[in-house]
């Protein structure tokens, strides 16, 4: 399930300095960039993920399979991370965001998940 962690951040009169270290629960191999305005859906077998909104905001619905979460990203000090079993959506993008992920796996094509979960109905 998709949480939401505070990066330590150091704050002087020169500015801010953030720091990535010991928070990432996996071994990082894919580093990119995503800029808006856009939509993506997406989801990864075998993969996590740590979303971090380094300008600008945006919105990412995360679909559990039995639940919706929301989550704001609008400062370079938040983290999402997100496990394998999470099928986000990120919305709400803003003209001048910069989405950075760091991700455990390397791109494959074919591991993409565009499908959201179907939720199972029980007649119990």
Same mark, same amino acid.
């Given at each position: ?65 039995? #639940?919706?979460?929301?989550? $704001? ?6 983290? +999402?991370? &997100? /496990? ?23 791109? #494959?094509?074919?591991?993409? $998940? ?6 199972? +109905?029980? &007649? /119990?």
């Amino acid at each position: 399930m998709a949480r939401l962690i505070n990066l330590k951040t150091f704050t002087d009169t020169r500015g801010s300095l953030t720091v990535i270290e010991r928070v990432i629960p996996f071994e990082i191999k894919r580093i990119f960039y995503v800029n808006g305005p856009d939509q993506f859906k997406n989801g990864r077998k075998r993969m996590k993920q740590a979303v971090i909104c380094l300008k600008g905001n945006c919105l990412i619905t995360n679909h559990t399979g039995t #639940e919706d979460q929301h989550f $704001v990203l609008n400062s370079a000090d938040q983290c +999402l991370l &997100l /496990t394998p079993e999470d099928r986000y959506d990120m919305l709400e993008i803003a003209d001048d965001s910069i989405l950075m992920v760091l991700a455990s796996e390397p791109f #494959e094509v074919p591991e993409r $998940v565009r499908e959201p979960y179907q939720r199972e +109905l029980s &007649l /119990t």
